[in-house]
């Protein structure tokens, strides 16, 4: 079945750790997006690539780095986890960022950062 | 700032008709979503609206004013398994997606 998926599910990760959220699609899609949810707030964007090879930065993309080497992949990485960073991320894609497709999400990874 | 706002939470009954409010204020309009999210699971697609109107699409129908900065989500007919949020998105002049909160709906029989 086509879609996204994310890797890992859940993690519980210690402050000051190196992590790599995994996100793979096989409908492609040009544009991936990486957001966070937090309770009582809407979906934040972090990092967002319109096409592979190139990456932007969102509303809240301090702590983060993206990579977009092909079209499939768009892996997220925590280069030394802090408390405030925990949150369910989620990675979606898209036809392009304009016109009237839908971003379609992966499943989600919850991340606790202690 | 941007700025999408929809009340927290809304009740309703198996059967009934409601409507989830939508009004936003962004850098720009290219365009608003609907999405359903379940508790734990990912959000899903439900509508989009570009042009002011009602969009239909079987028990559920969106409406657009660009003018007054305002939408809803109609769901028809309820079933216990409409108990979900629903998060309305605007594209701003950045073709980025700014999502509001989210309103949880409690479906009661």
């Known amino acids: 079945i086509a879609g996204i998926t994310q890797a890992p599910t859940s993690q519980i990760l210690a402050a000051g750790r190196r992590m790599t959220l995994r996100c793979t699609q096989d409908m492609r899609h040009n544009a991936m997006y990486w957001y966070r949810q937090d309770l009582g707030l809407g979906l934040r964007l972090i990092h967002y690539?319109?096409?592979?090879?190139?990456?932007g930065k969102g509303e809240v993309p301090d702590g983060y780095s993206v990579s977009r080497a092909n079209t499939d992949d768009f892996p997220l990485t925590l280069a030394s986890a802090v408390p405030s960073q925990t949150s369910v991320y989620f990675c979606?894609?898209?036809?392009?960022?304009?016109?009237?497709?839908?971003?379609?999400f992966g499943d989600g990874t919850r991340l606790s950062i202690l | 700032g941007q700025n999408i706002d929809q009340p927290t939470e809304m009740t309703a009954t198996e059967g009934a008709i409601v409507q989830i409010n939508c009004t936003y204020q962004t850098s720009g309009f290219n365009g608003l979503f609907w999405y359903q999210q379940h508790a734990g699971e990912a959000p899903t697609f439900l509508s989009y609206?570009?042009l002011d109107g009602l969009e239909e699409k079987g028990r559920f129908s969106s409406f657009l004013s660009r003018s007054k900065g305002y939408s809803y989500l109609l769901l028809k007919e309820l079933q216990m398994k409409d108990s979900a949020s629903y998060l309305c998105?605007?594209?701003?002049?950045?073709?980025?997606?700014?999502w509001g909160a989210g309103t949880k709906l409690i479906i009661k029989p």
């Open positions: 609206n570009v």
């Open positions: 690539s319109n096409t592979a090879g190139t990456t």
């Open positions: 979606a894609s898209s036809e392009g960022p304009e016109g009237n497709q839908p971003q379609h």
């Open positions: 998105a605007v594209r701003d002049s950045n073709y980025q997606l700014i």
